[in-house]
């Protein structure tokens, strides 16, 4: 199945095309428009620097139901003892740094390049996107970021640097999108990490229909 390029027009063809593994076009840009075309539509970028900008629709998409959390008996002693700090939408732009440079066991690079940072921050200064901070003695030592439309959230990448904090922030993601009544945070892939922590995966075509009833939702824009 040939992979759609796509036009400058900011338009996207229907993502039950894409092909096996989950592409479905390429080139385009990361303006603001098209970022939120593609997530309303179940599209996500995702590329190496040294590749043109890569349009994914997988099937299936692993997503996290708020209420489906699973919480070990080990982070729920790590959030029970409290040392430390969780705040929403302070310093997005360390967090995504972060998320493109620190570490991952198994990882080698990182997708997140410059044009996804300087994309992703604009959609966080039009209220669109939002970061989750851990803090350890006022050191960001932990968290995650993504892009919320209607009650959805599209989770992009998190982060550690100290043990469970990157849970952390998932945990305090939940109950804030929970007590919002959201439907659903798209984790995109199956990992192992997301899945136990209580992600699970569903057919994309039952995805798109949950997007669409999420999508008729107001989005909470601004700082969370």
Known sequence: ??????????????PEDADPSGLLAVGGDLSTERLVLAYASGIFPWYSEDEPILWWSPDPRMILYPEKLIVSKSLAQV????????????RFEEVINACSTVARKGEKGTWINQEMMDAY????????AHSVEVYMDDQLVGGLYGVSLGSAFFGESMFFMEPNASKIALY????????????????????????SLGAVNI??????KMLNDALKDETKKGKW
């Open 1 to 14: 199945m040939p992979v759609y390029q796509l036009p400058d027009q900011i338009i996207f063809p229907n």
């Open 79 to 90: 959030i029970r003892n409290k040392n430390y700090e969780v705040r929403f939408d302070t």
């Open 121 to 128: 921050t604009i959609l966080h200064i039009k209220g669109l």
């Open 172 to 195: 305090y993601l939940v109950q804030k999108t929970r007590n919002w009544n959201f439907k659903f945070i798209d984790a995109q892939i199956e990992t192992s990490h997301m899945k």
């Open 203 to 208: 057919p994309r075509s039952r995805f798109l």
